[in-house]
């Protein structure tokens, strides 16, 4: 009888089997969580540009002008969200979120 190394035919079709359960649980749930991970990621550039304009208001006295500003300042690198949206930047410096795309 010779000592044969490897796996059978059977035993590579149940762990492909397994894998493909694995996948078929995961995938779903990673793409569910994807808008919720790009709204959280835009509540913290709120905060982050938010913080960075009361930055420039102690060190310079004014409010920026706008968010370019602050980019050309070295503030902050960007302003735009996960998702696509733009963070606004009010008179009085208060920064917003983009408006929400509607169906989400």
């Keep these: 009888m010779k000592n044969q190394n490897g796996f059978t035919l059977v035993e ?5 089997m397994i894998i493909s359960i ?25 905060q982050l540009v938010g913080a960075q304009v ?19 300042e070295k503030y902050i690198k960007t302003y735009t969200c996960p998702g696509g949206g733009q963070v ?7 920064v917003t979120a983009p408006a929400a795309p509607a169906g989400t």
Excluded: R, W
């Design 12 to 16: 590579m079709m149940i762990v492909l």
């Design 54 to 72: 009361q930055a420039y208001e102690i060190e310079k006295g004014s409010t920026p002008p706008d968010l370019e500003t602050l980019i050309t």
């Design 22 to 46: 694995l996948l078929l649980i995961t995938i779903p749930n990673v793409t569910k969580n994807n808008s919720s991970v790009k709204k959280k990621g835009c509540d913290a550039l709120v």
């Design 88 to 94: 606004q930047l009010a008179a009085d410096g208060s």
